[in-house]
């Protein structure tokens, strides 16, 4: 049997109504990649014209502090944005005072990004807590903080796996090292105890080791009296 005209009409209405809806959902999906992609190498631009007028120190603060993070000076207090995400630009007049510590935790940064930390040679601390771009090759490209930084957190990095910890082997003067919750890690066990030696003057965070362990069950006590006589 045929269909009937008006049925075939509908259906194949409703057939081409389906597939441009999902064209224009997966068209609408890549768009917003797209934009989200663009939107994350603009943070990343380094501030070539801040770093001309004012050098290096005060240009990686002002990258760090537009991203949402916080510097500390040596010798000054914490810089941050405040609730409404604006930050005061006395740091300027610090040129020539090194950053000893950068707190990037959930910022956008990303390896182009780095560029505007790796001139920090004085740096001691670093969290890079959350941050959804760091990845194995950004860790890679840290080396020339090795001889300074003496705390670093990756904690929650979803991005950072066994390959991007192998490369901080060159850290051989951090005091403090915290890779808790890595999901890209397969075996966080095995990988702290690796760490561990492969950094034996650091203390390494992360690994819950009573986590998932599981007590054996008590034994009921034995009955040693014997049986009771009739």
Known sequence: ???????????RTLVQFLADYFYDVQALREYLIRRQISKVQQENWAPTNIKNQYGPYVAGAFFILKQGGS???QGQEWIGPDRYSQFRQNFLKFQAVPIEAVDASGCALNYNGLDNLLPLKELQALSLQ????????C???LYPLAHSLQELSLAGCPCVSERGLACLHHFQNLRRLDISNLPAVSNPSLTQILVEEMLPSCEVLGVD????????PEEPP????????A
């Open 139 to 141: 860790l890679s490209r």
């Open 209 to 216: 080791w009573t986590h998932g362990m599981k007590l054996a």
């Open 130 to 137: 959350r941050c959804p771009h760091v990845d194995d090759w």
């Open 1 to 11: 049997m045929v269909a009937p005209e008006g049925t075939q009409k509908k259906r």
């Open 71 to 73: 510097v500390k000076f």
């Open 222 to 229: 034995r009955d040693t009296a014997g049986p009771v006589p």
